[in-house]
């Protein structure tokens, strides 16, 4: 398999989708790893197993629907699956295999099969101490972007999933590359002060347009960096609450083409009004456990 990744726009023709077959119990509070997950089980209302398979279900018709190939991962035994992005991504025709939380560690087992599709030689396993994950990663032609977290609670940070030796990494190993990095805001007690991933706050859409929610970024610079470069008439801006329901993470599969919740008439109106065309499915359970289009999906070729 020869991988081919330059940006989030062009047509998208090999993924991984992620999977909720091998789902464990309903986890206890202490033994999750993100806000959201935590308010919907005080609540009662987190997601029950089978909703979140006839949802991912749903989302594999709507990708095979469009012409593109979806691979599966190795089923790993009570372990949640969910979220492909979180445990590798490809930069150009690299697939970097991510150094995530300890207690996820299993769920990097499942993607031995498609390793051995890729060449040895392109296949990159970071130092231990440099921490990152899928969704911090965003591409756009000759820039990287990177989320990341660098300050003193590093470690007790269970939201920071990324860190700064992670981002000299990559900026080392791609010197012709222009790599920048942005600060996101943590918090493991409300969804609304934390950017899980750069994607849940930021991201690229169509040939020069964007989504972004001000308030994912520690340092106000990073977001008139954006804007910038962007232009302020083709930003969709969105609030804390709304980056906390995953209105950012759509999926490019097209320069003029996403897949988005249909929920969030917000951003499909305006997507349609810039002449992007949405899909519109429902992945509201999903959501509950702080991922959506963009985490449950590992592109490997774009056209």
Known sequence: MKLNLYDEISTLKSVILGNAYTLGNKPKINQTYDPSSIIHLKKGTYPLKKDLINELELYKKTLENNEIEVLSLDNVKDCNQIYARDIGFVIDDFFFVSNILPLRENEIIGLNTILKKIDKTKIVRLPSDSHIEGGDVILDNEYVFIGYYNKTDYKNQIT????????????????????????????????????????????????????????????????????????????????????????????????????????????????????????????????????????????????
């Open 160 to 303: 920071a999933r990324t860190n700064y030796k992670a981002v000299k990494f990559i900026e080392n190993f791609f010197p012709s590359k222009k790599i920048k990095a942005f600060e996101l805001k943590k918090s493991i007690n409300n969804p609304k002060n934390n950017a899980l991933h750069l994607d849940c706050c930021f991201q690229p859409v169509g040939k020069s347009l964007a989504v972004v929610c001000k308030n994912g970024f520690i340092n106000k610079s990073d977001y008139d960096w954006i804007i910038n470069k962007y232009g302020k008439n083709n930003i969709l801006n969105i609030n804390s609450e709304e980056m906390s329901l995953m209105m950012c993470n759509f999926l490019s599969i097209a320069p003029n083409k996403v897949i988005s919740d249909s929920r969030f008439k917000k951003v499909n109106n305006w997507l349609a009004n810039k002449g992007i065309e949405t899909i519109e499915i429902d992945l509201r359970e999903i959501s509950k456990q702080g991922g959506l289009f963009r985490c449950t999906t590992l592109p490997l070729i774009r056209k």
